[in-house]
C-alpha cells in the first residue's frame, strides 16, 4: 500500500487519475470507493486545501468524462461527489488545520446527522420513499411476504443506515488517507492517533438522551431520534474498536488477539453492538487507562 500512497504524491495528474479510476471501478467492486476517497484525503491532509480541491474537482471532471464513455448515469458521480469526495475533502481539512482526528471524526458523524435531519426537512415522509426504492434492492427469488415485512420494518430507519454508510466511508477514506501520510512521513503515527480516539462525555450523554428521546417519542420525531442514534452507533463503534485493539494488544497473545478482533469484525457485523457499547462507556470508564494501569 505504501508504494500506492507515494504514487498518490507524485503529483495533481497521478491522484487524479488514481482517484476518478478507482471510483468507476467501484462500481464493480465497492470498497474501492474507500481508495478513490483515500486518495482526495492524502493530497488534502499532506498539501492542504487548495491542492485538495484541484485534486477533487479535477477527479470529479475526470470521473464524469470515464462515465460519458461506459454510459454510466451522471447521478452516480453525482452522488459521489456530494456524497463521499466533498465531505472526505471537508473533514481532511478539519484534521489537518486541527490536528485532533476525535474533532474529525465527530464533525464527520455531525455531517451526517446534519443530512439526516434536512432530508427530513425536504421529504415528510422518508418510509414512504424507502418503501418504494427498496424493493428494487431485494433479490427477485425472494419470498414476497417476508420481503415486505422486512421493507416495512426497515424503511423508517433507512434514511440513518444510509447516512451512517456514507459516513462509515467517507471516515475509512480519511483513515486510510491518515494511514498513507503516516507510512510516508511520519511512521508509527497514525496508530497512537487511532488508539488514542476518544469523544467528550457531553456527546456520549446526548446521545443516551436521543436514545430515551427515540423510546419515550412517536412520528416524525421518534424517527429522527432512532436515525440519529444509527449514526452515533458508527460514532462509537470506532472508538470501541480503538479500545479493544488497545486491550487486546497488551495481552501475551496479542498478535493473536487483534487480528482475530478484526476478523471477527469483519465477518460477524453482529460483533459490532459490543463494540459499540464498549466505546460509550469508555466515556466514563477510561478503559484504555485501567488497562495500562495493571500492566
Excluded: C
Aim: avoid cysteine; glycine fraction near 6%; hydrophobic fraction near 60%.
Amino acid at each position: 500500500m505504501k508504494w500506492l500512497a507515494a504514487y498518490i504524491m507524485r503529483g495533481r495528474l497521478e491522484a487524479m487519475l488514481l482517484a476518478s479510476t478507482l471510483a468507476m471501478l467501484s462500481l464493480m467492486l465497492a470498497p474501492l470507493s474507500v481508495l478513490s476517497s483515500g486518495a482526495v484525503a492524502l493530497v488534502t491532509l499532506r498539501k492542504g486545501a487548495y491542492e485538495g480541491l484541484i485534486v477533487f474537482a479535477s477527479s470529479s471532471l475526470a470521473a464524469a468524462v470515464l462515465a460519458t464513455l461506459i454510459q454510466v448515469p451522471y447521478t452516480f458521480i453525482l452522488l459521489y461527489v456530494l456524497v463521499l469526495w466533498l465531505p472526505i475533502w471537508l473533514i481532511a481539512i478539519v484534521l489537518r488545520e486541527g490536528r485532533h482526528i476525535s474533532l474529525t471524526v465527530e464533525i464527520a458523524v455531525l455531517i451526517g446527522v446534519v443530512g439526516v435531519i434536512g432530508y427530513y426537512l425536504f421529504n415528510a415522509d422518508p418510509a414512504a420513499m424507502w418503501k418504494q426504492v427498496m424493493p428494487r434492492m431485494v433479490p427477485p427469488n425472494a419470498p414476497v411476504e417476508n420481503v415486505k415485512q422486512m421493507i416495512d420494518l426497515i424503511a423508517p430507519y433507512m434514511t440513518g443506515i444510509a447516512a451512517a454508510g456514507a459516513v462509515f466511508s467517507m471516515l475509512l477514506g480519511l483513515f486510510l488517507g491518515r494511514w498513507w501520510q503516516a507510512m510516508l512521513f511520519n511512521p508509527g503515527g497514525f496508530r497512537q492517533e487511532f488508539l488514542g480516539l476518544k469523544v467528550q462525555p457531553r456527546l456520549a450523554v446526548i446521545s443516551i438522551a436521543t436514545i430515551g428521546i427515540a423510546i419515550a417519542s412517536s412520528g416524525v420525531v421518534s424517527q429522527i431520534a432512532w436515525n440519529t442514534t444509527i449514526l452515533m452507533f458508527v460514532l462509537y463503534t470506532f472508538i470501541g474498536t480503538a479500545v479493544l485493539h488497545t486491550v487486546f494488544s497488551r495481552m501475551k497473545i496479542g498478535k493473536y488477539a487483534v487480528p482475530m478482533f478484526y476478523i471477527t469484525l469483519f465477518f460477524i457485523p453482529h460483533s459490532l453492538l459490543p463494540v459499540a457499547l464498549v466505546g460509550l462507556s469508555d466515556t466514563w470508564l477510561d478503559i484504555r487507562k485501567r488497562t495500562l494501569n495493571q500492566t
